[in-house]
């Protein structure tokens, strides 16, 4: 057909290429394009495929070509055939022969200038109208006598789509396959913001290398054996990894324990006493990295995220998604503390592996039994992170003193811990913990929780950056308390509790 305007254009202009489709409404039949729509008569046919969008009668058709330019781009009629990109339109050596009969005409349609030609193909004669709407090439060509007169009046019914109307790829000579979203902005454009597509999932053996090796080009700095997310936990009632990209936090949550887990959703945070620019740059390191390893998503998606390295990211924005694909739609959020990107998987997922069993009544907290572990054990353990902390190490009343079956002691001068134990002639068999203060500080409160998780636990040196990173660097202690529990691991669990208004927290047993 007469695909080699839209070619000619494109490498004119140096442009990205995009979609097109249809939908329809009663009387006349809808066209949706590029975030745009026109209307025609409804005893039209429509066809498409790679050269196009083809509206079609008595042996004739409206055919429609587009390209999409980067935002803020455009250009006039008059300054096309200024510029010389008419010119190199009309040249008598374009591969599919079409041969240009007239000058180049400025005309006016509904208010919008377009550049008329009239052209040859072979033997057929054609009308081809081409201007701008915003950032979007349009190039309409129309054949046989019922389409021509009704060209003009198809082009009078150009408006911006409506929210929720969706197209093909056809107009821009891509396989029509997804379906563009688009979404009004607040100027008023409407823009694209992903792909309706089935939804594909992701298990966290395949995803986990392609995020190495996708961290490791993004930043030369972070070779690829670096990224290691670890092991999988059970926090605030979801199977979860953690990993931190210099001051920002990824959390990948996983349907089970197993390396074959689907992945439900990926958090990355960064705390608000960041510049929100370089907060930003990071959240958007990790999203390009995550959200392509989770599937195989187009150049747009791509481009739309790469882009934000340089605009920043809409953190203050409403919480629509800014792309959706696959089945995985990313949201930015601005919670207490943190900025904050998410993205969610919509598909079916395999049922949730077996979850331990957590109490929430603090006084009445299931006891955990770590053999070997004696209160001298658990005392070097905490002692041994209180240095790392540079916290005052913690003493321990001696057995017998004070409460049976239990052995109180002092961290950081105000700090507050309690040991539990099974039998009270028995004071080395430790079956639970808990921990306030004198002042209520959370800040002492919670350094002594990850101390006394470490000593309790049984967990190693590679597990305590991953434990501070699964609240997602909040210091809020109302949003700790919420999660339920903060962590379990090895049979133990960790919770923050308000009680009286009072923050305090438990290490106890999973049943």
Sequence with gaps: MVKTTLKLLILTFAVLVMLASCVSAENMAVCTFDGLSVSYPQDWSRYEDRQGIFLEKDGGFFQINTAVFPEGFTMSAAEMIESGAIASLMKDDAPEKLRYTSE???????????????????????????????????????????????????????????????????????????KQIHRQNAEGRQELVGMISDPVPAVFSEFAPIFAGSMAVLNSSVPEDAVDLGRCYYSDSRYVYAWHYLDSIIRVYVQGTSEKAMISEIVITAP???????????????????????????????????????TGIPFDGPEKPYWTENGW???????????????????????????????????????????????????????????????????????????????????????????????????????????????????????????????????????????????????????????????????????????????????????
């Design 104 to 178: 180049p005409e400025l005309i006016s349609v509904n208010g919008r200038e377009y550049v008329r030609l009239s052209a040859m193909n072979g033997e057929t004669p054609l009308i081809q109208y081409i201007g701008f709407m915003d950032n979007i090439l349009l190039v309409f060509t129309a054949k046989g006598e019922t389409c021509q007169a009704e060209a003009e009046n198809i082009i009078t019914s150009l408006r911006l789509a409506k929210d929720g109307e969706v197209s093909s790829d056809a107009a821009s000579g891509q396989d029509n396959v997804n």
């Design 329 to 511: 739609s990313i949201v930015f959020e601005r919670p207490d503390y943190l900025y904050q990107c998410r993205i969610s998987y919509s598909g079916e997922l395999e049922h949730l592996q077996e979850p331990p069993v957590i109490a929430e009544d603090f006084t009445a907290l299931p006891p955990a039994f770590r053999d070997g572990l004696t209160a001298d054990v658990f005392l070097e353990r905490f002692n041994w992170v209180s240095g790392l902390m540079q916290m005052k190490e913690l003493r321990l009343s001696e057995p017998g003193e004070g409460d049976a079956g239990v052995r109180a002691g002092m961290f950081e001068d105000v700090g507050m811990l309690s040991l539990r134990f099974e039998n009270p002639e028995q004071p080395d068999c430790i079956t639970g913990i808990y921990l306030n203060t004198l002042n209520n500080d959370t800040g002492v409160l919670w350094a002594g929780c990850v101390a006394a998780m470490y000593a309790f636990s049984g967990m190693d040196e590679a597990d305590l950056q991953s434990l501070i990173l699964l609240g997602g660097g909040s210091g809020n202690w109302p949003m700790l308390a919420e999660m339920k529990p903060y962590v379990c691991l090895n049979g133990v669990a960790l919770q923050a509790f308000i009680v009286n208004d009072r923050p305090m927290a438990a290490i106890f047993g999973t049943r």
């Design 272 to 310: 608000n006493s960041m510049d929100e620019k370089l907060a930003g740059q990071l959240i958007a390191d990790l999203l390009v990295a995550s959200y392509g390893s989770l599937s195989r998503v187009g150049s747009s998606a791509y481009d739309r995220l790469f882009a934000l390295k340089k």
